[in-house]
């Protein structure tokens, strides 16, 4: 089309240059104090360096050798969906297109996003399933793949449409109950879907040991506001539930289908929405990122390749957001082909790279900023805190047993990582023994040749070797017994990390 052209051959003229800059503008990029490194020229390998990964929609007629040239992370389209894969009693069945992906990934370095468990769409035979069918589904679908499936998207599209920030008024959302009508489903008394469905795949994902983390998924999210600098009440919605639900939700997944609907279009408050969620101390992943390439009727920003370019910056720029993923490899077979929305053009294993492909290549390649973004301030969340949910059907999970003997005073660390190639990200949960403490270190040993490149919610003295954690202001106090995480991003592998923690 005409409008793509153009922008290919406009951005012709800026690619070769933006590669220059990199090595003159040290200020854009995090490897700044490193010598300036030759840049990447896959999408892998350009995010693996930046500490996140960039995956694709799949399905397994579409496996040709592009996915593992330029993705390490794959989600599968529509082979894990509950109409392909599920029985009416929450059993499995048909799940040879899932296990393709995932054997697919494992053998090209991918990470697999499973996708998806609870969803009011694509139910299938699980179509008006109680919870506890429900759960049974979650059991089975979780333990087939084990910790092969670094992220599970446990809930999807919860919310429903037009910025009202109500949960969806169709199955399995039906089943709430908002026992003392205050408005929410927080309450221990009420029913909440969400709520149960994450509580048993935590039991899941705890008695199997995996590494599995949980999420939550739903597009429309994206920014603080919407058209108009209407707050987004759906995203103010999501915030709450993640707030509330802390202790079973381990990550966000903006789908970022951005097209020209008013609830739809990329805001400049999309990288403060991230950073509000990265907060709660989950990781914020870009789960189906397309961009509307309509021109003619653009509201959204300056043209595709610039679109693209804003949404990967926003990403880098909130260390927590640990990944982008693009709702298949090209326009002819996106779900939305007429859009244009994706990287490639061409189709059957033949692609062409679109000028958006080179503008993530190249934002991806500046790496992650170390200067504060432009924030808006954060959304006051529209519900305040509410006791910790309990489900009167559902024994709460169990806390992962610590490394070491639990004792009376002090406290205990437990890392889980999930990785890819060049890459890794790890979680470091801080668990105060039967006294409470008021501050902690924590102090692991990487192996030689991984080197950290991003922390959140500690602070950090080192990046290799022997590297020390300490507390930030807000999570130094842990009641007895409780937990508290922090994480951090590094490059090259980082395997049998022991923590030791010491408390203050
Ligand atoms: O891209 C998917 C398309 O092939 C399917 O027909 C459709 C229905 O299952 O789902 C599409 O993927 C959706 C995803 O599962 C959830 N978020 C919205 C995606 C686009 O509709």
Redesign the pocket.
Known sequence: MTSDLRQRHKFARIAVPAAVLLLVGGAVTVQSSAPAAAAETTLRAAAAKAGLFFGV?ASPNRLYSIVGQEFNQLTP??DM?P?RIATSSGGLQNTSGADTLVNHAQSNNMLVRG??LVWH??AGALQGASQATLNTFIGNAINRWGSRIAYWDVV??ALEDNNTGRRRNQWPHTMNRDANGDGDYFDAGDTDVIRDSFIRAKQVVQAGGLTTKLCIND?DVEGLTVQGGTPNRKADALYDIVRNYRQYIDCVGF?A?FNDNPNSIITDDLQANIQRFADLGVEVHIT?LDIDDDLSNNDIGTGQAENYRKVVRACLNVAQCTGITV??ISDSES?RSSERGLLFTGGNGSYQKKSAYHAVLDELNKGRNSTPPPSTPPVTPSVSPSTPPVNPTTPPPTTPPPTTPNPTTGCSATVSLNSWTGGFVATVRVTAAAAPISGWSVQLTLPSGATVTNTWNANRTGSSGTVQFSNVSYNGSVSAGQSTEFGFQGVGTATGLTPVCTAA
């Open positions: 929609a389209e529509n969906k109409d996708h998806t769409s694509q999807n599209e597009y789908q289908h189906e709702w298949g779900w």
